[in-house]
T-cell receptor
C-alpha cells in the first residue's frame, strides 16, 4: 500500500496565483515525521520543512505555508503568489521507524507533483 | 563548501559493465543513504549505513554493493549493469538514523546504460 500519496501529478499556474500541493500519508506509528522537498529543474533535492506528528501547528515561511491535519492524514503545502522560480517537482515524504534491528527510520517519498509556473 | 558530493555527475556505460559511484559528506553525519530516482521521478531508498554499518537494504539486487570505508563516505558499486539500472542515483546523509533528522542530498549521478 502506498504510504505517501501525492495525487496531483502536474499543476500549471500563472505567476502570482496561489497553489496548494496535496499530500496524504498512511502510517501505524504514533511518532512520525513529515517532510517536503523541492527538486528544481537543475535536479538537486532541497529540504523545505519537517513536521513531527505531535505538532499540528500550521507553519508559514515567506510565501510558503504548510497545513498538517492528523484527522485526515494530510500535510498540504501552499505557495502564495507563485513565481516562475517555484517551478519544480515537489515531494512529500514520511519518516517512520523501519524494521531494521536498530529501529532505524526510513524516508518514504510520494511520487511528486510537478509545478509549472508561467508568466 | 559542498555538504554532500557525488562523483561522477554523469555516467554512460554499456550493459554488462561494472561501475562505481562515490559519495562523500563533510557534515560530520553518522548516517548515509543511497536512493534511486527512476525516469518517472519516483525516489526510493536503496541502502542506509550508520557509522559504516549497513542498516537498511531495500531488496536491492545483489549486483549493487555499497561500501562505507568510513562514516564520511558511502560508495556504490554496480556489477553487470542492466538497462533497467538507468536512473539518477542520489546519495544523502543525516545526523543519525532517527526519523526527525532531515536528509541532505548530493547533486545526483545520472547513470545511462546503453
Amino acid at each position: 500500500a502506498q504510504k505517501v500519496t501525492q495525487a496531483q501529478t502536474e499543476i500549471s499556474v500563472v505567476e502570482k496565483e496561489d497553489v496548494t500541493l496535496d499530500c496524504v500519508y498512511e502510517t501505524r506509528d504514533t511518532t512520525y515525521y513529515l517532510f517536503w522537498y523541492k527538486q528544481p529543474p537543475s535536479g538537486e533535492l532541497v529540504f523545505l520543512i519537517r513536521r513531527n506528528s505531535f505538532d499540528e501547528q500550521n507553519e508559514i515561511s515567506g510565501r510558503y505555508s504548510w497545513n498538517f491535519q492528523k484527522s485526515t492524514s494530510s500535510f498540504n503545502f501552499t505557495i502564495t503568489a507563485s513565481q516562475v522560480v517555484d517551478s519544480a517537482v515537489y515531494f512529500c515524504a514520511l519518516s517512520e521507524k523501519g524494521e531494521g534491528g536498530l529501529g532505524a527510520s526510513k524516508l518514504t517519498f510520494g511520487t511528486g507533483t510537478r509545478l509549472q509556473v508561467t508568466l | 563548501d559542498t555538504a554532500v558530493s557525488q562523483t561522477p555527475k554523469y555516467l554512460v556505460t554499456q550493459m554488462g559493465n561494472d561501475k562505481s559511484i562515490k559519495c562523500e559528506q563533510n557534515l560530520g553525519h553518522d548516517t548515509m543513504y543511497w536512493y534511486k530516482q527512476d525516469s518517472k521521478k519516483f525516489l526510493k531508498i536503496m541502502f542506509s549505513y550508520n557509522n559504516k554499518e549497513l542498516i537498511i537494504n531495500e531488496t536491492v539486487p545483489n549486483r549493487f554493493s555499497p561500501k562505507s570505508p568510513d562514516k564520511a563516505h558511502l560508495n556504490l558499486h554496480i556489477n553487470s549493469l542492466e538497462l533497467g539500472d538507468s536512473a539518477v542515483y542520489f546519495c544523502a546523509s543525516s545526523q543519525d538514523l532517527r526519523g526527525h533528522n532531515e536528509q541532505f542530498f548530493g547533486p545526483g549521478t545520472r547513470l545511462t546504460v546503453l
